[in-house]
């Protein structure tokens, strides 16, 4: 079988990459550690190969070209690939070896990466993790298309699809009040029903967690949902300072209340809360690596949650 020479480089196609991530020549040099005038040949010479123009240039911005910005989407793909074949090349050796690329939801990670990267690069000091934080749908996406190896997210999303998973740990909620609120007068469990009538902040629109809050606040006719941010830290803060109340997981409890100025009471038996879990593609070559580090990750969810 005779394979026909392609008109670019691997190399090339990162540069692009970076110029259309960065929009401009010169970040994306910086960002690439080369020389601005040696990307910049590089991406011309790839047009000129393809005859096709990526980008269009100006004296203030760089913008890609309809066309271009199909490429730049196929050239992701393409290295996306490459990295995740470098992977598997040398994890055939050593499972326990190579990068390995780990999605977090914004809600868990301030939380339990800053317990954890220490402990997982004493246990696995062969591996090179890479983290990525963002919301349930973008890290299913970046999962389906081979840019992540695995994600922690909270297995009650319906952004999930067909994945794989190892439990970590049950992540439940307790009711944050600031302590002149009148539900701070006593500290014994509550149940959901004692949101009716509340002023309930939540999360913006995209974050699990506000959307499995909005259901427990569906037990409680009356409660008045009200969103309020993206960050679960602005949102502890507003709620110690006097605007409504919230319900803050168990795992981010210890940080969000280290100065006492949140009243946390737990809820009764089969209280409300997520189960959190490390998920990857069904199949996926580094699924053993990912199994090995499942339990160290599962140790630190305890811990956290133990300490509220």
């Not at 934080?133 to 298309?145: C, H, P």
Request: glycine letters at 10%; a neutral charge; proline letters at 5%.
């Amino acid at each position: 079988m005779r394979y026909a020479s392609l008109p670019f480089t691997l190399r090339q196609l990162q540069y692009v990459v970076a110029v259309a991530e960065h929009r401009s020549f010169r970040k994306a040099a910086q960002a690439c550690a080369v020389s601005q005038p040696a990307l910049s040949a590089q991406v011309a010479q790839l047009e000129q190969a393809l005859g096709v123009r990526v980008f269009d240039r100006d004296s203030t911005h760089v913008q890609a070209t309809v066309a271009g910005a199909s490429f730049v989407e196929g050239a992701r793909q393409v290295l996306a690939g490459a990295q995740a074949l470098s992977g598997e090349c040398q994890r055939g050796e050593d499972p326990l070896s190579g990068p390995i690329r780990l999605g977090v939801i914004p809600t868990v990670g301030p939380y339990l990466l800053p317990e954890v990267v220490g402990s997982l690069h004493l246990a696995f000091p062969r591996l090179r993790f890479t983290w990525v934080e963002d919301r349930t749908a973008a890290l299913m996406r970046q999962l389906s298309e081979g840019h992540l190896d695995g994600a922690v997210v909270a297995l009650e999303s319906e952004d999930l699809g067909d994945v794989q998973s190892f439990v970590l740990g049950r992540d439940p909620f307790f009711l944050a009040t600031s302590a002149q609120h009148e539900l701070a007068a006593a500290t014994s469990a509550v149940s959901p029903q004692v949101l009716a009538g509340q002023q309930v902040l939540v999360l913006a629109e995209g974050h699990c967690l506000g959307d499995q809050v909005a259901e427990v606040c569906d037990r409680a006719p009356g409660a008045e949902l009200e969103v309020q941010t993206t960050s679960l830290s602005t949102l502890a803060q507003m709620v110690a300072g006097g605007t409504g109340v919230t319900l803050l997981p168990a795992l981010a409890a210890g940080l969000e209340n280290r100065t006492g100025s949140l009243h946390l009471r737990p809820f009764r038996p089969r209280a409300p809360g997520r189960t959190l879990a490390l998920v990857w593609k069904k199949g996926a070559a580094g699924q053993a690596a990912l199994r090995a580090l499942a339990p160290t990750l599962r140790g630190a969810v305890s811990r956290l949650c133990g300490r509220s």
